[in-house]
């Protein structure tokens, strides 16, 4: 485990070394060849790299691939045979099938498969799902002791043992007299199926293992166990030492770079399924199973996985591959056998083309076993690292020789530190009256009985010939060429600042320039237009493209066109100038206002007669009124004046306003004027005039008087007598009895004696408010 570590270290640091350089473009002349990793697509040793074969090569490889696995300390020897065929420059298809495996099992022990009741190990304890469904064990773990009768698959119905009692039978649930009997299987509450009396109380068919035992009081008792059970991924019913078996596996899969392949940094994926020839529906199938043929999955596996590759420098290239392998689980009729886990891989590669003849590599490469999974007790995740190189007599053959090492082995120092406790139950040994007895380890590092790795040693020999097409010469690249450039405008005329305009109209606000490009390229390489300017900024792509020159002072600008067909700007470019300059001919912008003077209307003679000045636009101004008659009470200065009318009863009054603080270059009109007018002094009115007459005649008089007072109510009645004062007394004495008879307001008419000659005489006048009530 300390040495992974390292190697997780040096891997990390190699990765960010390695793309800190450069990648460097590919050339026909280039040293490095293709050829097939191991497992089928073009790659090194087992990683894949960013090449593919080119439309038409193809090539057919066999190798000996030697490597370590634990739990078990297994020595795994294969054969894979593959052959790839290039669909196009960027897509190959590739078949690849394990023709031989070899397995050497060195701590069988170990591993749960040789604890099964069909193989040489049937005598080994193990520890069990309980047989039956019923009775005091019904659903827990217990210790199956050493002398399990053999039995053939699938098992159920065979004999599970005595258990170390006279009979087994009645403590599971089973008849008196009679020993309990294996299965059958039922449905899990994992993804695994449950098998009594054979696999692990977590789900499977693959029981706990037992390390050591021990006769403690007479009776077998494990000192050294694990309820869960141990098994190898790609084998996990291996019951066999030594073990062969043939056409294990066979892939099918692409593997479709997506970038141009002559680019130094290359990537794609690699897509592949894999079935398995042998499965658990029978017998026979499951002996291959348990000579490590596979994992035994009828529908197979499908995965994928991401590769890069960069040319760091001529002589060396950078690989690295992450994936993804979705596994299918094992079954016998509808019951699962185990739970397999789903694989996440991680590879980095190095290979360094010394020549086109000689090629060393190496690799590191890691494993995990994800997702839920029938637990697992002595787990091991390889990480592998492998060293070689590879030789190449012609382009189109050649070998691979590489050592291998297995950083992440079942060493003594994988357990270090680990402190390790199980539980199991073993029943009564005497009578029904005993007690069931519950036995827990608790290790410490290694637990007792276990065998380490010591060997974590392989290595890798490949052939491989096909055919490889003649590389294609480096082609010249002939550049593309700016034909001609066209600009909208030449030179831009800057707007006015704020209050002035141009007298022509030449001048505006549009700062952009349109840009029009014509060039070609003797090959028809899809161009790239590049602008290049002093001042403002390029809107746009492609030909046609706008020049913003927002934001730019006066001066002189330039525009460099190019054209870039893969190469860079390598062509003729375009230089055009443009100038900005001040708007020639601004003129003021004049804006007067709207004035105007509200008239006075008509007031009576002595009241105030107002005047208002109207200005709509324009900027602050100052008012000054002046008057054709009377006198300005108020508001001089202001928008609004009052003028006093006393003295001019029936004339008319004249404002006129001028305003100051307009622009006198505008010629704005200044002035304005409006008019009032004052009503003519009313005058009294001769109402009625009489002499002598009776009462009758007078209070008709009377009446007809006061309906004129009433449709005058401001006027004041005026009653003038003339007479002696005997007469002049008596006259008023019929007046007030015409007033009271009909009870008007007394206080409406004011009487005037006007003492003389005999001889009664009497006027009625109206007087309007403001009239002079004299000269009778």
């Known amino acids: 485990m300390k040495l992974a570590i390292k190697a997780y270290a040096v891997t990390l640091i190699l990765l960010m070394l390695a793309f800190a350089v450069p990648a460097q473009n590919l050339s026909e002349k280039d040293d490095r060849n293709t050829a097939p990793t191991i497992a089928g697509p073009t790659g090194l040793f087992t990683v894949y790299d960013g090449k593919t074969l080119r439309k038409g090569e193809y090539t057919f490889s066999a190798a000996v691939n030697n490597y370590d696995r634990d739990p078990g300390n297994a020595d795994i020897t294969t054969v894979p045979a593959n052959f790839q065929i290039g669909l196009t420059n960027n897509l190959e298809l590739f078949f690849n099938t394990e023709m031989y495996r070899g397995i050497k099992v060195n701590s069988p022990r170990n591993l749960s498969g040789f604890y099964l009741p069909n193989t040489g190990g049937s005598g080994l304890g193990a520890i069990v799902l309980a047989p039956g469904t019923t009775g005091a064990f019904a659903g827990q773990a217990v210790y199956r002791p050493n002398g399990m009768p053999f039995a053939a698959f699938p098992f159920t119905g065979s004999s599970a043992g ?86 294990n596996s066979m892939d099918f899969g692409f593997k479709w770079r997506m970038n141009n392949s002559m680019k130094a940094v290359g990537y794609g994926i690699q897509a592949f399924y894999r079935w398995y020839p042998d499965t658990a529906q029978n017998g026979g199938g499951f002996n291959m199973l348990q000579r490590g043929a596979g994992p035994g999955s009828r529908r197979g596996d499908i995965g994928a996985t991401f590769f890069v590759d960069a040319r760091l420098a001529s002589w060396v290239n950078l690989s690295g591959n992450v994936g993804y392998t979705f596994v299918s689980n094992p079954k016998f009729g509808s019951f699962v056998l185990l739970d397999r886990p789903d694989e996440f891989t991680w590879a980095v590669g190095l290979d360094f083309p010394a020549n086109k003849y000689f090629q060393p590599m190496l690799e590191f490469s890691s494993k995990k076993y994800v997702r839920s999974r029938t637990p697992n007790a002595f787990e091991q995740d390889p990480m592998d690292g492998i060293a070689g190189v590879r030789i190449f007599p012609r ?8 050592y291998r090492i297995n950083f992440n082995q079942q060493d003594i120092d994988s ?59 480096d082609v010249e690249n ?47 390489d899809p161009l790239v237009y590049n602008y290049t300017v002093s001042g403002g900024r390029i809107v746009g792509t492609g030909a046609n493209v706008q020049w913003d020159l927002s934001g730019a002072q006066p001066g002189t600008y330039t525009i460099t066109t190019g054209v870039d067909d893969g190469c860079g700007v390598c062509g003729k470019t375009d230089m055009r100038t443009v100038k900005v300059e001040e708007c020639p001919d601004c003129v003021q912008v004049c804006e007067c206002p709207t004035l105007s003077v509200s008239d006075g209307g008509v007031v009576a003679p002595g009241s105030a007669m107002n005047f208002t000045a109207n200005l709509t636009g324009g900027a602050s101004v100052t008012y000054n009124w002046t008057v054709s008659a009377g006198t300005i009470s108020s508001g001089q200065g202001t928008s609004s004046i009052s003028v006093d009318t006393t003295g001019l009863a029936g004339q008319n009054v004249t404002a006129t306003v001028d305003i100051a603080g307009l622009d006198a270059s505008c010629n704005c009109t200044t002035t304005a004027s409006g008019s009032g007018s004052v009503s003519a002094k009313p005058e009294k009115t001769l109402v009625d005039t009489f002499g002598k007459a009776p009462d009758d005649d007078v209070k008709a008089r009377v009446d007809a008087f006061y309906i004129t007072l009433n449709n005058n109510p401001n006027a004041q009645g005026y009653i003038i007598n003339y007479g002696t004062a005997a007469e002049i007394k008596k006259r008023r004495a019929q007046i007030m009895k015409g007033i009271n008879f009909r009870k008007y307001d007394a206080g409406r008419v004011t009487f005037v004696d006007s003492p003389g000659a005999a001889g009664i005489n009497t006027k009625f006048y109206l007087v309007p408010a403001g009239a002079e009530a004299s000269n009778w």
Request: net charge positive; proline share 8%.
């Open 395 to 402: 382009r189109w053959f050649g070998m691979s020789l590489g």
């Open 415 to 473: 357990f270090s530190g680990a402190i390790n406790s199980t539980a199991v139950l073993i029943p009564c040994l005497s009578s029904s009256s005993c007690n069931n007895q519950s036995i827990v380890t608790v290790s410490d590092g290694v637990p007792r009985g276990f065998t380490p790795s010591t060997d974590p040693h392989g290595y890798i020999a490949q052939f491989f010939i096909g055919r490889r097409d003649k590389r294609d010469g």
């Open 162 to 247: 005595n258990y170390q009692l006279a009979f087994s039978g009645p403590t599971f649930g089973f008849p008196a007299l009679t020993n309990a009997t294996l299965g059958p299987p039922r449905a899990g509450t994992g993804n695994a199926s449950l098998f009594p009396g054979v696999g692990s109380v977590f789900g499977s068919i693959l029981p706990g293992v037992v390390l050591q035992s021990a006769i403690v009081s007479g009776s077998d008792r494990p000192t050294s166990f694990s309820v869960a059970p141990s098994y190898l991924p790609d084998a996990p019913f291996i019951a066999r030492s030594w073990a062969m078996s043939s056409f």
């Open 478 to 524: 002939k550049v593309a060429n700016v034909n001609s450039v066209t600009l909208s405008d030449s030179v831009i005329s800057l707007p006015c600042k704020p209050g002035f305009r141009s007298r022509s109209g030449a001048c505006n606000d549009s700062k952009t320039i349109s840009v029009q490009t014509s060039a070609s390229d003797p090959e028809n």
